[in-house]
């Protein structure tokens, strides 16, 4: 897990990185990782430089969870296509009594 510094936001960061990080591994999910890694470290450089924008940054925010939200979205459904995938190429099981017949 990312160390997110700020105490005012670091809840914020965290919850969405155990959202991630509760995910199962794939090339988007590190990259779900890694852009909020880097939008947090943005947003500290923008409270370093500007304390009250604050208010001004929930934009950011709002910005930055939709985003987030909308890959996991994406992630579920790519992983929920893949199992959908893979268990439509399992063939159909028979009856034992018919194999017995056999």
Known sequence: MVSYGNPKIASY???LDAKLSGMPDDGEKAICLQNLAAQN????RKLADDPW???A???DLT?????IE???SRLRESIRAKIAEATS???????ISDMRAA
Not at 41 to 44: E, K, L
């Open 53 to 55: 924008s604050m208010t």
């Open 63 to 67: 910005e930055i969870a939709d985003g």
């Open 89 to 95: 190429q399992i063939p159909p099981c028979h009856d």
């Open 57 to 59: 940054s929930a934009f």
């Open 41 to 44: 470290a943005r947003f500290q």
């Open 13 to 15: 960061f965290e919850k």
């Open 70 to 72: 909308l890959r996991l």
